[in-house]
Nanobody, 122 residues
Framework: QVQLVESGGGLVQVGGSLRLSCAAS????????MGWFRQAPGKDREFVAR?????SYADSVKGRFTISRDNAKTTVYLQMNSLKPEDTAVYYC??????????????????WGQGTQVTVSS
């Protein structure tokens, strides 16, 4: 079955960096667009970044976060720099093969990981 397993979360100070990884298995990885979303306590899950043949970012992370993928390792990464307290959330990776709907919508993605906590302390 399809599995997406995130790792790399943790506690970091304001201005610090983290790199999240998402290892995928059970799917034809190269055929999927991969996305990162996040969910803070009491808030809806929101789009962060996506990579297919191009990359897309939420305005709130543009210039600070970089999404990349290694198809040989079936892994997608999210490099997060200049972290802010408002970046604190559980971060989820997701996979989309339909390419039908808006890339920033949760419903566009078929498969999800279990999430990894990122906490930015001030």
């Amino acid at each position: 079955q399809v599995q997406l397993v995130e790792s790399g979360g943790g506690l970091v100070q304001v201005g610090g960096s983290l790199r999240l990884s998402c290892a995928a298995s059970g799917l034809s990885f190269g055929a999927y667009a991969m996305g990162w979303f996040r969910q803070a306590p009491g808030k809806d899950r929101e789009f962060v970044a996506r990579i297919s043949w191009k990359t897309s970012y939420a305005d709130s992370v543009k210039g600070r976060f970089t999404i990349s993928r290694d198809n040989a390792k079936t892994t997608v990464y999210l490099q997060m720099n200049s972290l802010k307290p408002e970046d604190t959330a559980v971060y989820y990776c997701a996979a989309d093969s339909s390419y039908r709907g808006p890339y920033y919508e949760v419903g566009e993605y078929e498969y999800w990981g279990q999430g990894t906590q990122v906490t930015v302390s001030s």
